[in-house]
Structures are given as C-alpha cells and as structure tokens.
T-cell receptor, first 111, second 113 residues
Framework: KNEVEQSPQNLTAQEGEFITINCSYS?????LHWLQQHPGGGIVSLFM???GKKKHGRLIATINIQEKHSSLHITASHPRDSAVYIC?????????????FGKGTLLTVNP | DAGVIQSPRHEVTEMGQEVTLRCKPI?????LFWYRQTMMRGLELLIY????????DSGMPEDRFSAKMPNASFSTLKIQPSEPRDSAVYFC???????????FGQGTRLTVV
C-alpha cells in the first residue's frame, strides 16, 4: 500500500463546476504539498501546508492532521485547470528533504 | 528570477550514448534535487545536494548515473551509457532550505532508442 493515496485517479468536469481532489496518507507528516503538472509541462508548487487551510485565487487546500487527509478544491473550474494534481508529503521523523509522492489525479475540465 | 532552468527540454539519443542533463537552480537556494518521472513509478528522488554537497544519492539507479554540482548555480546529471529503460522525464528542483517549498524546472524529456 502506498503511503500517499490520491482519489480519484481521473476526474472529468464541466467548466464552472466545483472540484475536489483528495489525498490520504498513512504516516505522520511535517508538511504536505500540492503540485500541478500540465500535460507535457513542468511541475508547479501550488501549496505547502502543515495545518488548517490555504487559499490562492480559485484554489483552496485544506488539511486535517488527525484524520491524515488533505483536499484540494477548485472553484469555478476552467479548461486551463486541466492538469495532473500531485500530493506529496514530508514524513515526520524522516529525512526533512524527502518528499513521498502520490500517483496524481488527472483532471480534465471541458468547456 | 527566471526560476529553475533545465536544458535541454527534449533529448533523443541512441542506446549506449552519453547523456548530460543540466540544471540552474534559483539563486539563493541551497538545496537541489534531481527527480525522475515515469508512468509506472511516478516521481522518484534520484539525488539531493545541500550547499553543493551530495547528501543522498540512494535513489540513483546504478553506476551508469552520476550527478555533480560544481557550484551553487549549476548541476548536471549524466547517464553513461544510456539504455532504453532510462527514458523518462527528469526534473530538477531547488529549495531555499531542505524542507521549504520546492520550485521545479520544466523537465527534460529523455528518449533512448
């Protein structure tokens, strides 16, 4: 079993819909990252969080440390949001530099 | 700052050839990472440098892979000899400190035929 599980693996939405991508992890962590990768493109860091909630534009990331769960929400989705979203965690007590990655969620937003 | 810069963006080479991938981290960042991304395994850490010193190279697949960081603004990942199974996207990332937000380059898509 992977230490970081994302769901769903694939998600198709219509423009304007509210989107939620989930990330569950099985170990204690010191931080969780959400990354975005457009097809054939580079990787962009969206959020790094260790508690609570962060918001940037239409993107909101939340984390519940007790439940070992994080969600990435996209409000008023747009076709340009189509990308792979990757959750990554920094394991507490492990090497501070190491990130453990989920397999990613492929989001397609249709116009 | 222009961000993390990788070159080349695409590389196609024949099996057995030497391949060198290059990375320029963000100025002022003291941690640099090389990752490999494949469909089967996702993102894997190959090697981590801190202040130009290799700290963890346990992810380097085998002796055919080597990485250097001669100064704070440049790193290379070399594969010699290359094999078809090395085909992947290779990412370089840098951080201000080892546990802060990571900034990734655009990646190098390597195809070994």
């Amino acid at each position: 079993k992977n230490e970081v599980e994302q769901s769903p693996q694939n998600l198709t939405a219509q423009e304007g819909e509210f989107i939620t991508i989930n990330c569950s992890y099985s170990v204690g962590i010191s931080a969780l990252h959400w990354l975005q990768q457009h097809p054939g493109g580079g990787i962009v860091s969206l959020f790094m969080l260790s508690s609570g909630k962060k918001k940037h534009g239409r993107l909101i990331a939340t984390i519940n440390i007790q439940e070992k769960h994080s969600s990435l929400h996209i409000t008023a989705s747009h076709p340009r949001d189509s990308a792979v979203y990757i959750c990554a965690v920094r394991i507490r007590g492990g090497s501070n530099y190491k990130l453990t990655f989920g397999k990613g969620t492929l989001l397609t937003v249709n116009p | 700052d222009a961000g993390v810069i990788q070159s080349p963006r695409h590389e196609v080479t024949e099996m057995g050839q030497e391949v060198t991938l290059r990375c320029k981290p963000i100025s002022g960042h003291n941690s640099l990472f090389w990752y490999r991304q494949t469909m089967m395994r996702g993102l894997e850490l190959l090697i981590y440098f801190n202040n130009n010193v290799p700290i963890d190279d346990s992810g380097m697949p085998e002796d055919r892979f080597s990485a250097k960081m001669p100064n704070a603004s440049f790193s290379t990942l070399k594969i010699q000899p290359s094999e078809p199974r090395d085909s992947a996207v290779y990412f370089c990332a840098s951080t201000y400190m080892e546990d802060t937000e990571a900034f990734f380059g655009q990646g190098t898509r390597l195809t070994v035929v």
